[in-house]
């Protein structure tokens, strides 16, 4: 019985936490009528708005390409002038009512074009965008229950420190000093710390930030000064002690004890 349990609990810390990465995906729309050389556009663009093929997206997005046309298109990586570069699309037909998506991993320029309709040119270009402090809440609780913390700064952001008794989490900052651009953007997971918060930049309290709460996720926005050197943000409730799979074992280990003193009760009688 009792390794049973032992086994059962050791597979469950096996078990690997999956983080969500914030990834997004955009549609590019072909309206009807954008085969023809005379119309007045040739993509939708739902991200913008904007009728062009151009869209700025960040690494790990998705781009879906959907034909509205009565024509067909292709979606082609690559330069009318140097032809095809194999890093997305092709020369297979999209029939109207199809899609085509692909996943950006790598920052960069892909111009694309349509080599049925070579007046239908697009660009699509990847940033980094966020940059990413792993394995946030590791030093506290069981030590398993973990977060990524997506933020954009010139500078670097380190060594988040959480302190449970304050519902705090401090973060070293180390700014960028050649930069005029001293906003920082952070996406802070509910599980880690719930807002609403109050912001400490080295040790003085900073009213002057934006806080925007979302399902998952709570993004803040604050311009920080060039010489900060840690930032502490205060919340209603951080990371909790115990995760969702040490609950679990606590749970199997607790009625494991329960069944085994009903069983010595029984064998007494």
């Known amino acids: 019985m009792n390794k049973f349990y032992l086994l059962f609990a050791i597979s469950i810390l096996s078990i690997p936490f999956i983080q969500n990465a914030y990834a997004e995906t955009y549609d590019i729309n072909m309206p009807t009528g954008s085969a023809s050389p005379d119309a007045p ?3 939708q663009n739902e991200k913008t708005g904007e009728a062009t093929g151009d869209i700025e ?6 781009v879906v390409w959907k034909n509205g046309d009565q024509a067909k298109h292709t979606i082609t990586s690559g330069t009318i002038e140097d032809g095809p570069d194999g890093i997305f699309g092709g020369t297979d037909f999209l ?4 899609t085509y998506k692909f996943t950006f991993t790598e920052k960069g320029q892909y111009p694309y074009y349509c080599i049925i309709h070579p ?6 270009t990847v940033t980094e965008g966020y940059k990413l402090l792993a394995d946030v809440g590791k030093d ?3 030590g ?8 954009q700064y010139e500078g670097v952001i380190s060594d988040a420190t959480i302190n449970e008794e304050q519902k705090s989490i401090t973060f ?4 960028n000093a050649k930069s005029l651009d001293q906003n920082l953007m952070m996406m802070l997971p509910k599980g880690l710390i719930e807002g609403p918060y109050v912001i400490f930049v080295d040790g003085e309290k900073n009213l002057r930030f934006d806080y925007l709460p979302g399902d998952d996720v709570n993004t803040i926005e604050i311009e920080l000064p060039e010489d900060a050197t840690q930032m502490t943000i205060v919340g209603t409730k951080v990371v909790p002690e115990f ?3 040490s609950a679990v074992i606590l749970a199997v280990a607790f009625s494991s004890i329960i069944l085994f003193q009903k069983s010595r009760i029984t064998l007494k009688f």
């Open 172 to 175: 070293n900052v180390v700014p």
């Open 57 to 62: 997206i960040l690494v790990g997005d998705t």
């Open 119 to 124: 007046w239908m040119i697009g660009v699509v």
């Open 243 to 245: 995760g969702v799979w």
């Open 144 to 151: 398993l229950t973990t977060y990524h913390v997506d933020y």
């Open 41 to 43: 556009y040739f993509w």
């Open 95 to 98: 029939v109207p009512g199809e």
């Open 140 to 142: 506290v609780g069981d």
